[in-house]
């Protein structure tokens, strides 16, 4: 149903597990189920970088929906990339410092899954971003807030 981008992860971790139990469970029985998904490039920047240590935790413990690309989402990334605007996915920091880039994959796992992108991006037309990427490829794209609603969780 879903592919969670990382910065998803990084706004939940204000919901606390504690605080905000109803949202969690539904999260935990939606990854449980694999109905939520993210990708093993994901993993690695939350590794790299979040702030939250119950996010965190929870990767850990969730580290079986982080999925390794097939083929055939690889192909669908080299379709990514064929246009130029996408090329900015991958930033010259990111080379540099061998650090790890997400989004096409995430992208090519949503095509490929048949799965809704979740993700805390805005649209920016002729831009790379994860959500006009999304329109080009044919992926419905929905905010954080869209998930939860989609999903009818509220505090």
């Given at each position: 149903?879903?592919?969670?981008?990382?910065?998803?992860f990084i706004a939940l971790g204000t919901y606390y597990p504690k605080r905000f139990p109803t949202i969690w469970k539904?999260?935990?029985?939606?990854?449980?189920?694999?109905?939520l998904i993210s990708v093993r490039e994901a993993r690695r920047e939350l590794e790299n970088y979040c702030p939250s240590d119950n996010i965190l935790e929870w990767v850990n413990r969730y580290r079986h929906i982080f999925y390794t690309p097939t083929n055939e989402e690889c192909e669908i990334v080299s379709e990514i990339f064929r246009k130029p605007q996408?090329?900015?996915?991958?930033?010259?920091?990111?080379?540099?410092?061998?650090?790890?880039?997400?989004?096409?994959?995430?992208?090519?796992?949503?095509?490929?899954?048949?799965?809704?992108?979740?993700?805390?991006?805005?649209?920016?037309?002729?831009?790379?971003?994860?959500?006009?990427?999304?329109?080009d490829f044919g992926v419905e794209c929905i905010d954080l807030e869209g998930f939860l609603e989609k999903e009818g969780l509220e505090y």
């Open positions: 149903m879903y592919v969670f981008d990382t910065n998803v539904r999260i935990d029985s939606l990854a449980d189920s694999d109905k996408y090329r900015e996915f991958v930033k010259k920091n990111n080379i540099l410092r061998g650090l790890p880039v997400a989004d096409p994959f995430i992208i090519a796992s949503a095509k490929f899954h048949d799965r809704l992108v979740v993700t805390q991006e805005l649209e920016k037309p002729k831009g790379a971003r994860i959500p006009t990427a999304c329109k």
